[in-house]
């Protein structure tokens, strides 16, 4: 994909299965916390934080955001091309990136489409948003060594990261001031606002007088979301350096990811006495600290899948990840009908957790085994089309 429609080879000739294995992880997590029975009842790191600080949840989108540069590698590839050829894949990128931004509007609005309610940004938005300014920067340098590349996209993060640091801190909002990070004063929050209109943001970003005050996907935090994709484009450089290595040096490979991601999560962990971590306005702590999270998980999948051939038990990630782009448009349609078809007064999605899961579960554990029915649901839903190998692309 994007987030499914790119498939990287691993180092045996088949699908670089600790990538599908990856996304399909994510995709479950996104449903798990997602569809509880009720918020009431949550663990905590199955939900997002409030405002500053992060949990497992906050983790779930920066990974995306990963997994989607390092396929690019993959997907765009590096051998020389006519003027032709590279307008042909300028032409893909622009139309993939198209297509997942409108995809996201339609998910938004789903099922109304009331224009004046209608949430703008979005999840779906800003990997297309990623995904097009990543993908022409690597087919503006992919003839480059990788040496040369990694020294391109290790630099923009770093500019990318100072330069949003320094927005937060150092611009004057009018009315307000600077240097402010809550939800109301913070300048991601008041751009968005801006741009968008209250009524265009996320429902649930916290309100002011009414007001719906930010959106976590919204413009300007897309400026520290790209280091994400870019990380991950490096990483998918380094893997299709060696597409034939053996097991033995995929393991080599995978081990050296490993303390490239414990020194970005460490460094996010230790600048955010001076910028907190927050993934609402994605921080630039918040990018280095999840980008690092992500890179050490998938560099131990690279090494337990693809390096020492692990395959027991990876089936139901398989099913998801293989689809995920169908996956995420399928729990959505579902969470959506789940809140809008009524029973006896109370939607569907409250009956079912009231009458199934409640009579003989504690809340909290009653609340999340339902989300799990719901992760159980997509995947069979999803399994025929994994049964018979077929995989929707953009």
């Not at 949003?164 to 929050?189: Q, T």
């Not at 719901?374 to 995947?379: E, H, R, T, W």
């Amino acid at each position: 994909m994007l987030v499914g429609h790119l498939f990287p080879r691993s180092a045996t000739g088949g699908r670089l299965l600790s990538l599908d294995v990856f996304r399909g992880m994510v995709i479950a997590a996104m449903i798990l916390v997602t569809d509880p029975g009720t918020y009431a009842h949550t663990w905590h790191q199955l939900r997002h934080a409030e405002w500053n600080g992060a949990t497992a949840t906050d983790m779930i989108f920066p990974a995306f955001l990963f997994m989607v540069g390092l396929a690019i590698p993959f997907s765009l590839g590096s051998r020389a091309e006519s003027d032709t050829t590279r307008s042909k894949t300028a032409f893909r990128i622009i139309r993939r990136s198209i297509t997942l931004f409108l995809l996201g509007l339609v998910i938004n609005g789903f099922p109304d489409y009331v224009w004046n309610t209608l949430r703008l940004p979005g999840i779906l938005q800003r990997i297309a948003v990623c995904y097009a300014l990543c993908g022409f920067l690597y087919l503006s340098v992919r003839e480059r060594r990788q040496r040369d590349r990694t020294i391109v996209f290790a630099s923009i993060s770093v500019v990318l990261l100072a330069s949003y640091w320094a927005m937060l801190k150092l611009i004057e909002v009018p009315g307000i001031g600077r240097g402010h990070l809550d939800p109301y004063g913070a300048l991601p929050a008041v751009v968005d606002r801006a741009v968008f209109g209250a009524n265009h943001l996320w429902q649930w970003g916290i309100r002011t007088n009414g007001n719906i005050t930010y959106d976590p996907e919204g413009l300007l935090s897309t400026i520290p979301a790209l280091v994400p994709t870019l990380v991950g484009m490096l990483v998918g450089g380094w893997l299709q350096l060696f597409p034939t290595a053996s097991p033995a040096a995929v393991r080599t490979l995978g081990s050296k990811l490993l303390p490239l991601g414990a020194g970005l999560t460490v460094t996010g962990l230790a600048l955010s006495p001076w910028l907190p971590i927050n993934k609402l306005i994605f921080t630039s702590t918040f990018a280095l600290f999840s980008t690092g999270v992500s890179l050490l998980v998938f560099g131990l999948l690279y090494i337990w899948v693809d390096g020492y051939g692990f395959r027991r038990g990876i089936t139901p990630a398989l099913v998801l990840g293989t689809n995920a782009i169908l996956a995420f448009v399928v729990s959505s349609v579902i969470t959506a009908m789940l809140d809008r078809i009524h029973v006896s007064g109370i939607n569907l999605h409250a009956y079912l957790y009231r009458h199934m899961f409640t009579p003989w579960l504690p809340p909290t554990l009653g609340s999340h085994t339902y989300a799990l029915a719901i992760v159980l649901l997509n995947m069979a839903l999803l399994y025929p089309l994994y049964h018979r190998r077929i995989f929707l692309r953009l």
